[in-house]
Every structure is written in structure tokens, then in C-alpha cells.
């Protein structure tokens, strides 16, 4: 089961830390991705990281504001988001593919948390 909590209300340009905890079983040897779908559009790949830590996979338009980390002691993935603009309002959801690499197709991840809204103002 994974749970995604930190979403809010936020101004255009400040940041949030997304967190995505694990539970019932280790994802640890799973890839963690983050995802997002803002009303009336296509869910869409964020950014993604393999167990190892290396190989992190980003969306074009979130390169260097946001930042995927996970800590596999705490079972838990983190998405970093700043410079955060209005088109960044979607609900963001985390997932979990049981390879070794990293897929921008949500339809690879088989365990998904329940998502957490993020608002981004302007």
C-alpha cells in the first residue's frame, strides 16, 4: 500500500516536498515514480527512480525545479517541488514497479497510492 501525503495551496514559486510511504511490504528493489493529472487532462509520468538511486527519469517540464529521492530504510519516496507554477496544479500520485528501470507508461506500475492535491497559484 502506498500513501501520498503534502500536497496544499501554494503561491507560484515556492515549494513543496511530496512524500509517498510505503507499507505492508518493501519496495525497497522497486521503482518509485511520481505522476500527475490536472482536471480534464491524461494523467502524465513526473519523474522516477529506480531501488539503486541512480537512473532518475524527469519530465521535460519539471527538470531542474523538482527533485525525486527515496529512503529505502524508511520504505518512503520524496518529490521535491520548487519553483512551483500554476501549471503544476494536478493530483500527484505515487507508484511502484516491481524492475530495475524506470517507465514514463503508468501502465507498468502495478501499486498506486491514493494521490494528494497540489494547488499552485498565481
Known amino acids: 500500500q502506498l500513501q501520498a501525503s503534502g500536497g496544499g495551496l501554494v503561491l507560484a514559486g515556492d515549494s513543496l516536498r511530496l512524500s509517498c510511504a510505503a507499507s505492508g511490504r518493501t519496495f525497497s528493489s522497486y521503482t518509485m515514480a511520481w505522476f500527475r493529472q490536472a482536471p480534464g487532462k491524461e494523467r502524465e509520468f513526473v519523474a522516477g527512480?529506480?531501488?539503486?538511486?541512480?537512473?532518475?527519469l524527469y519530465a521535460d517540464f519539471v527538470k531542474g525545479r523538482f527533485t525525486i529521492s527515496r529512503d529505502n530504510a524508511k520504505n518512503t519516496v520524496y518529490l521535491q517541488m520548487n519553483s512551483l507554477k500554476p501549471e503544476d496544479t494536478a493530483v500527484y500520485y505515487c507508484?511502484?514497479?516491481?524492475?530495475?528501470?524506470?517507465?514514463?507508461?503508468?501502465?507498468?506500475?502495478?501499486?498506486w497510492g491514493q494521490g494528494t492535491q497540489v494547488t499552485v497559484s498565481s
Open positions: 507508484a511502484a514497479l516491481s524492475g530495475y528501470y524506470v517507465s514514463r507508461s503508468g501502465r507498468e506500475y502495478a501499486d
Open positions: 527512480m529506480p531501488w539503486s538511486g541512480f537512473s532518475t
